[in-house]
């Protein structure tokens, strides 16, 4: 199994990013789909999650500014991020879940700074 992530990188506060996560060796429609993030000295948090079904939830913070989507026919995992704010700076990751498997990417930095 194998999660991908790209697209991060720096980008000045009020600015957008897409990041994406190709998947492989998962039968990708039946799993959940997440992005999660970690910063210096905190702890790895869920910022966005896409269900097989369909179903999305978010992270209070990150409501109204990130959305998650997903393409089944190209197994890969979106996250589109607009107004970025400095606090947004972590490395994100992307994740897959079924059950009691779960899968990690390597991660991709995203800096948010002037």
């Known amino acids: 199994v194998q999660l991908v992530e790209s697209g991060g990188g720096l980008v000045q506060p009020g600015g957008s990013l897409r990041l994406s996560c190709a998947a492989s060796g998962i039968l990708f429609s039946m799993y959940g789909m997440g992005w999660y993030r970690q910063a210096p000295g905190k702890e790895r948090e869920l910022v966005a999650r896409?269900?097989?079904?369909?179903?999305?939830n978010y992270e209070d913070s990150v409501k109204g500014r990130f959305t998650i989507s997903r393409d089944n026919a190209k197994n890969r995992v979106y996250l589109q991020m607009n107004s970025l704010k400095p606090e947004d700076t972590a490395v994100y990751y992307c994740?897959?879940?079924?059950?009691?498997?779960?899968?990690w990417g390597q991660g991709t930095q995203v800096t948010v700074s002037s």
């Open positions: 994740n897959a879940q079924r059950s009691v498997e779960r899968y």
């Open positions: 896409i269900g097989s079904g369909y179903t999305i």
